[in-house]
Nanobody
Framework: QVQLVESGGGLVPAGGSLRLSCAAS????????VAWFRRAPGKQREFVAG????????FYATFVKGRFTISRDNAKNTAYLQMNDLQPEDAALYYC????????????????WGQGTQVTVSS
């Protein structure tokens, strides 16, 4: 089992920034790829960004458009999502997830999930 706990969400004005964190415990964090997903009210869960277990590969949803950066610090068992130039359409509950399949944007490829952290963007 891997336990994931997200933090760092909050309320920011449009154009603002947030850095989300995903702290992992349990099984060896370095064995897993990590991804961030989000779900806005009334919408489907969607992939945001992913990173391989060794940070060698990162990949993003097209709507990120260079605004977000995913990273991880395996020594700290923590992954991050730096989000810049946030817009109202980015408001959602953001989840981190861990799984064995690196490079996947499909949520079913991820076995472990956190409870989410809320991001709200005011216009």
């Amino acid at each position: 089992q891997v336990q994931l706990v997200e933090s760092g969400g909050g309320l920011v004005p449009a154009g603002g920034s947030l850095r989300l964190s995903c702290a992992a415990s349990g099984r060896t964090f370095t064995n897993y790829a990590v991804a961030w997903f989000r779900r806005a009210p009334g919408k489907q869960r969607e992939f945001v960004a992913g990173i391989s277990s060794d940070s060698g590969n990162t990949f993003y949803a097209t709507f990120v458009k260079g605004r977000f950066t995913i990273s991880r610090d395996n020594a700290k068992n923590t992954a991050y999502l730096q989000m810049n130039d946030l817009q109202p359409e980015d408001a959602a509950l953001y989840y981190c997830a861990a799984g064995r399949s690196s490079g996947s944007t499909w949520y079913k490829e991820y076995d472990y999930w956190g409870q989410g952290t809320q991001v709200t963007v005011s216009s």
